[in-house]
C-alpha cells in the first residue's frame, strides 16, 4: 500500500477484527467528549459510516492525547505570560484536529475498518503521534520566530 496507509493482516481473523472493534466502539462510547471538544470539528454528520466515525474519533483523541501529553513536558520560559501560552495551546489543538481530520478523512474514507484496527494498535497510534508531533515542531518554530 501507501506510504502511510494501514496494511491489512490477513493472518487475523474476522473475529478477532471483529473484536478489536467492538472493544473500540464500546471505548468510545463511554468517554465523553471533552468541552469544546474533538466532535464539534471533527462531527462525521449524516453519511458516515459507525466504522469511518470511530476512525475519526480514535484520530482525534490520539492527537488530543499527544498535545496534552506534549504541553505537559515541555520547558516552560521563565516570566512566559501564562495566559498567552494558554491562548496559543487552545488554538494549536483546534488547527491540529481540523488538519487531522483534512489529512486522515479520505484516507479513511477508503477502507474504515482497516484504519480502526490500525488505530487500535500501538503502530497506529504512533504513526498519528509522529504527525502530530511534526505539526507541533513546525507551530513551535513558527511561535519562536514571533
Not at 8 to 17: C, F, L, Q, S
Not at 70 to 98: F, N, P
Not at 115 to 125: A, F, I, Q, S
Request: proline share 5%; aromatic share 4%; net charge positive.
Amino acid at each position: 500500500g501507501a506510504a502511510g496507509q494501514p496494511q491489512p493482516r490477513p493472518a487475523r481473523d474476522r473475529a478477532t477484527v471483529a473484536g478489536i472493534h467492538a472493544r473500540a466502539h464500546e471505548t468510545m462510547a463511554a468517554r465523553q467528549a471533552p468541552p469544546g471538544g474533538a466532535g464539534a470539528v471533527g462531527a462525521g454528520g449524516p453519511g458516515v459510516s459507525r466504522e469511518t466515525q470511530l476512525a475519526l474519533d480514535l484520530v482525534q483523541q490520539t492527537v488530543q492525547r499527544h498535545l496534552a501529553s506534549w504541553w505537559l513536558g515541555r520547558t516552560r520560559v521563565d516570566g512566559e505570560d501564562h495566559g498567552k501560552a494558554d491562548l496559543r495551546l487552545l488554538c494549536l489543538r483546534k488547527s491540529l484536529l481540523r488538519k487531522a481530520d483534512d489529512t486522515y478523512r479520505p484516507m479513511i474514507a477508503k477502507d474504515p475498518d482497516a484504519w480502526v484496527t490500525h488505530l487500535c494498535n500501538e503502530r497506529g497510534k504512533a504513526h498519528v503521534q509522529s504527525w502530530v508531533q511534526q505539526k507541533v515542531d513546525e507551530f513551535v518554530s513558527k511561535w519562536a520566530e514571533g
